[in-house]
């Protein structure tokens, strides 16, 4: 018997929508394949034409809305990006009854959980794999190849553009301002670069991931974020030389007081296999306590690798479409997610524990590190390692500290008091050090 074709209607013909609209067109006859009855684009939404794309024969509109209440659409997908008109749209969509596929990593972190809440009361499917690190299937790995396990803890590389900064930074020994010239000048960074460079972009696939991985609500506002944007080629410099690379990192873990959630410029130890990730490519390390450690590793951009991963969600609402919407892999993975009265809440970062990577410059005078000692110590806080440089800049000495784990709040205090001493000349540099032995 040969199923009814799947209508699928797409908005937003940039990048990611022109990448989708060619790989369904090119590989129309195995995608149809493997989701048993043929898969076709009734509509398209744009507001400029894609010279990639031969949309000939297709119905076409500027109003994404018009695709959205279309009665011959089974599938709208929402390639048109933000938050205010993409959230209308999906909701229009659901509205009227209509599966969506997204890539919008801002849209399901931030308003998800409405979201989810109004496909469940529709019965229709929510599909968002290409909102985490582009075409590598990570969020398909954690709701359904991992569901045996309790998940530990993750941590990737989710942001392109930052980790092509520092990859660069750190091969070529150039500073961050020149990079990102770089990165923007190839397409790489946008011209606002703030979401990439400041981690808002990979704290929105972090919230994702983490909700998945533990079963909670999407809670973004509770995320840490801290940029690349004060790593300086010394700084990269001197963690080579302690064996560590700086990596941008989203990181989570489930801990006895509650869950972790930050992004932040983090020294790993070479050999681990985040170190080693360069360029724009994205990778995600997860720790399942019946699996162990599992790498996922890939292209987190571009036309046709995030395309990937639409193409794929639209096969899978093709295969599920006719399924009752109670038996159907639930959008975080857990079912009953609002029911749990006893969920662990997202941790302060103040309360948590981390090494550290600190670097300060000092008046070169006895007692000066001495000083700095005994204020690590009166805060409890350990140094595992320390290199005091020759004198720069006239009387200053730069001093590089790498200290055992201790409490954020610990370490907030002793760089105040560090910092209000006579003889050390401006800001505190602070890294926070993971070892990730795990991934062993």
């Known amino acids: 018997m040969t199923l ?18 060619n790989v369904l067109t090119r590989n129309a006859n195995d995608i149809a394949r493997r989701a048993g009855r043929p898969i076709v684009i009734e509509q398209v939404a744009y507001r400029s034409p894609n010279p990639e794309c031969d949309i000939t024969g297709i119905k076409t509109t500027q109003d994404v809305f018009e695709l959205a209440a279309n009665p011959d659409i089974d599938v709208v997908v929402e390639l048109i990006g933000g938050y205010d008109v993409a959230r209308e749209l999906v909701l229009t969509a659901i509205e009227n009854g209509k599966h969506v596929v997204t890539a919008n990593k801002a ?26 690190a582009g075409g590598i299937p990570v969020i398909k790995s954690l709701r359904e190849g991992l569901g045996a396990n309790r998940i530990e803890w993750l941590a990737g590389i989710i942001n392109g553009t930052g980790n092509y900064i520092l990859t660069h930074m750190r091969d070529e020994g150039r500073a961050f301002e020149d990079v990102l010239a770089e990165a923007q000048a190839l397409g790489y960074a946008e011209s606002d670069p703030t979401f990439d460079v400041e981690g808002i972009d990979a704290a929105h696939k972090l919230t994702i991931l983490a909700s998945i991985a533990y079963g909670l609500p999407l809670q973004f506002d509770k995320a840490y974020t801290e940029g690349i944007s004060r790593v300086t080629a ?13 990596k941008h990192l989203g990181i989570s873990k489930r801990t006895e007081t509650g869950v972790e959630l ?27 306590d019946a699996v162990g450690p599992t790498l996922y590793y890939g292209p987190g951009a571009g036309a046709e690798p995030t395309a990937s991963a639409v193409v794929a969600d639209i096969l899978d609402v093709a295969r ?28 302060p970062m103040e309360e948590i524990d981390t090494a550290y990577y ?11 590190l001495a000083r700095v000692a005994t204020i690590l110590s009166e805060e409890g806080i350990s140094i595992e390692a ?10 200053l000495v730069p001093i590089i500290l790498l200290t055992h784990m201790t409490r954020e ?30 991934q062993e």
Do not use: W
């Open 4 to 21: 009814n074709p799947v209508r699928v209607g797409i908005c937003g013909l940039g990048t990611v929508g022109g990448g989708t609209f």
């Open 234 to 246: 010394e700084d990269v410099e001197q963690a080579d030389n302690l064996g560590y690379v700086i």
């Open 320 to 347: 599920d479409i006719s399924t009752d919407h109670r038996y159907r892999v639930p959008y975080l993975a857990f079912s009953g997610i609002d029911e749990v009265d006893d969920q662990p809440q997202i941790m």
């Open 409 to 438: 709040k610990h370490m907030n205090e002793a760089i105040r008091r560090i910092e209000a001493m006579a003889d050390i000349a401006g800001s505190v540099t602070r890294i926070r050090v993971e070892s990730l032995d795990e």
């Open 358 to 368: 600190l670097r300060l410059l000092a008046v070169d005078r006895p007692g000066v």
């Open 107 to 132: 849209l399901i972190a931030v308003h998800g959980n409405e979201i989810f809440q109004a496909a469940h009361e529709k019965g229709v499917i929510v599909a968002f794999e290409a909102a985490v």
């Open 386 to 395: 320390l290199i005091q440089k020759e004198v720069t800049d006239g009387e």
């Open 262 to 288: 930050r992004v932040h410029p983090t020294l790993i130890p070479k050999e681990r296999l985040l170190a080693n990730v360069h360029g724009v490519k994205n990778a995600i390390a997860v720790m399942g």
